[in-house]
């Protein structure tokens, strides 16, 4: 079932790329103003390690080149399933270019199963990062974003070990559309 709701995101986060996409983006003036809205898709999937991970936020620029979002998540493999509920606060560095760098903090609140280790508990989950985007439009953009997490418990599954950790470092790929 969650492939399934994986594979139409990601279908659906592609097909609005392809139909925004310009021939030259040298034009481009990313659409980061106040007032503005964003309404974003993320994830990553391992299709060997039967893993997928999506995250959905909608926020609101409050000044330029700040934006406050909600954002929902789901990380889930065969034996350990998380879903996530929390705010962002993002800062845009807007240059004379189509790509725009930014950085970003988070909480949410997690909660986190895993059958084979016991584990049923919820966290707060604290995140710091950075990324940087690529609009294809004035009002689309491709992006990647690489946070640390902490976690006011061991939530998180070492995918080398199986040991329960308290950090984590995400990096997630997003479709993001910016409209008033």
Do not use: C
């Not at 964003?38 to 934006?67: P, T």
């Not at 997690?110 to 016991?118: H, N, S």
């Not at 950075?130 to 974003?145: M, P, S, T």
């Not at 946070?147 to 329960?164: K, M, P, Q």
Request: net charge negative.
């Amino acid at each position: 079932m969650s492939r399934k709701w994986f594979v139409s995101a990601v279908a659906a986060m592609l097909a609005i790329s392809a139909f925004a996409a310009e021939n030259d983006t040298s034009g481009v003036t990313p659409n980061l103003d106040k007032g503005t809205k964003v309404l974003e898709g993320a994830g990553s999937i391992n299709v060997m390690g039967d893993e997928i991970q999506i995250q959905f936020a909608y926020g609101r620029l409050v000044a330029d080149a700040i934006e406050v979002a909600l954002v929902a998540g789901l990380h889930d493999d065969d034996s350990y399933m998380s879903t996530e509920l929390g705010v962002r606060a993002e800062y845009n560095f807007v240059l004379d270019s189509a790509f725009v760098p930014f950085l970003n903090t988070g909480v949410v609140w997690a909660d986190a199963e895993a059958d084979d280790r016991d584990l049923d508990t919820d966290a707060a989950v604290f995140s710091i990062g950075g990324g940087v985007k690529y609009f294809i439009r004035d009002d689309v953009a491709l992006a990647v974003n690489g946070s640390y997490l902490v976690a006011t418990d061991d939530i998180f599954v070492d995918s080398e070990d199986g040991v329960l950790e308290g950090d984590e470092f995400r990096i997630l790929f997003s479709v993001r559309v910016y409209f008033d």
